[in-house]
T-cell receptor
Framework: ETGVTQSPTHLIKTRGQQVTLRCSSQSGHNTVSWYQQALGQGPQFIFQYYREEENGRGNFPPRFSGLQFPNYSSELNVNALELDDSALYLC?????????FGPGTRLTVT | AQSVTQLDSHVSVSEGTPVLLRCNYSSSYSPSLFWYVQHPNKGLQLLLK??????LVKGINGFEAEFKKSETSFHLTKPSAHMSDAAEYFC?????????????FGSGTRLSIRP
């Protein structure tokens, strides 16, 4: 166990809806990264937050947004859901280069 | 720009035989390299990491990997496969050593173990 938790475990949404996914970092980790893992593929970097500021972003549209809170927990928000957003969403917390991953949230968009 | 290529999408070996999962990388800087394992419905677990120290890196569960700069490779090996090794394996490259360093995942190799 890495100490990183995510909620919910599974989620089903309808196209066009909005969703919020949550991540609780390992204690003391000030950086959180979010990844999207489509079925049969490797995780793709969405963005990273360091001390509540966005610190890098992958090739994802602005409808993917995030927040990091003072206690270093984090949210990933996705607006205007599309069918292709169906995936496993992973968060990872870190203090240095080594990232500790949570179990993920599986999002299904119908 | 950095990238990572896992040369096999699926590898199948018999229990007790050696495992070889191949990974090539491209990086403009001295990279950090990692191997992660993902069991079904589980999170990603770090197997081992290379961060410019010894080129032969030993990890958990008997796995090891060798960093070969001349070949830009970081292949994962295990002398004797166990049924519990069946999982998806990801090679990962990171430029830099800080928490802000961007990391890139390979597309994964699914390892199957035959009884």
């Amino acid at each position: 166990e890495t100490g990183v938790t995510q909620s919910p475990t599974h989620l089903i949404k309808t196209r066009g809806q909005q969703v919020t996914l949550r991540c609780s970092s390992q204690s003391g980790h000030n950086t959180v990264s979010w990844y999207q893992q489509a079925l049969g593929q490797g995780p793709q970097f969405i963005f990273q937050y360091y001390r509540e500021e966005e610190n890098g972003r992958g090739n994802f549209p602005p409808r993917f947004s995030g927040l990091q809170f003072p206690n270093y927990s984090s949210e990933l928000n996705v607006n205007a859901l599309e069918l292709d957003d169906s995936a496993l969403y992973l968060c990872a917390s870190s203090l240095s280069y080594e990232q500790y991953f949570g179990p993920g949230t599986r999002l299904t968009v119908t | 720009a950095q990238s990572v290529t896992q040369l096999d999408s699926h590898v199948s070996v018999s229990e007790g035989t050696p495992v070889l999962l191949r990974c090539n990388y491209s990086s403009s800087y001295s990279p950090s390299l990692f191997w992660y394992v993902q069991h079904p419905n589980k999170g990603l677990q770090l197997l081992l990491k290379y961060t410019s120290a010894a080129t032969l890196v030993k990890g958990i569960n008997g796995f090891e990997a060798e960093f070969k700069k001349s070949e830009t490779s970081f292949h994962l090996t295990k002398p004797s496969a166990h049924m519990s090794d069946a999982a998806e394996y990801f090679c990962v490259v990171s430029e830099g050593y800080s928490s802000a360093s961007k990391i890139i995942f390979g597309s994964g190799t699914r390892l199957s173990i035959r009884p």
